[in-house]
């Protein structure tokens, strides 16, 4: 049986990350997408097991101890983690996963996975990413502030990552699509395919 593949997609905050993986799941519902752990407090509106694991850092401390976390960081003061038994089996079975992570956790990934694909999703320009930062307008100015030069850095580290694809305004439909692309072509690549020249001996 085909194995499935991993596809990380970073992007700072102000990227549209969130909505396009959203995007992406939606219009290609065979595909899933992780659920991390983290330690950070539910926003309004998010659920357990749902949008993430919420649990404690005494919790995910155990967790990391016990090698239950495929890669894990801290962002913001908090733990975030991707559990590990999750992803791998639904590789085994066949099922592209989707780990929408910062940097760091995408570093220990390509480092861990071999054949993993990571894609830096980018807003276009540095104006726009500040524009969109304020217009949530739910954060303070030192929030905002550390966000922007988090922001900077993790897009420093795009040659570290296979793609890029670019967010530009009202671009949603079209980077989940450009990332429904990349996630196609890899499974096209002759390391996966090249089992069809048997057939012609
Ligand atoms: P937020 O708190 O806004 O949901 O997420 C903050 C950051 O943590 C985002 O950049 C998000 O991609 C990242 N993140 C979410 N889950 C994980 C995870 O399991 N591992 C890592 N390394 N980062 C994560």
Known sequence: MRKGLLFIVSGPAGSGKGTVVNELINSHPELKLSISATTRQPRPGEAHGVHYYFISRDEFEKRIENGEMLEWATYSGNYYGTPQKEVLE???NGI???LE???DGAMQIKKKIKNSVAVMLTPPSKEVLENRLRGRGTETEDVIKW???RAKE?????PEYDYSVINEDGGIKKCAEEIY???KAEHNKTIYTSQIIEKFI
Do not use: T
């Open 96 to 98: 592209d996963v989707i």
């Open 101 to 103: 992570i910062e940097v």
């Open 147 to 149: 966000r922007l030069g």
């Open 90 to 92: 639904a590789m085994e």
């Open 154 to 158: 993790e897009i420093m580290l795009m």
């Open 181 to 183: 692309a990349i996630i």
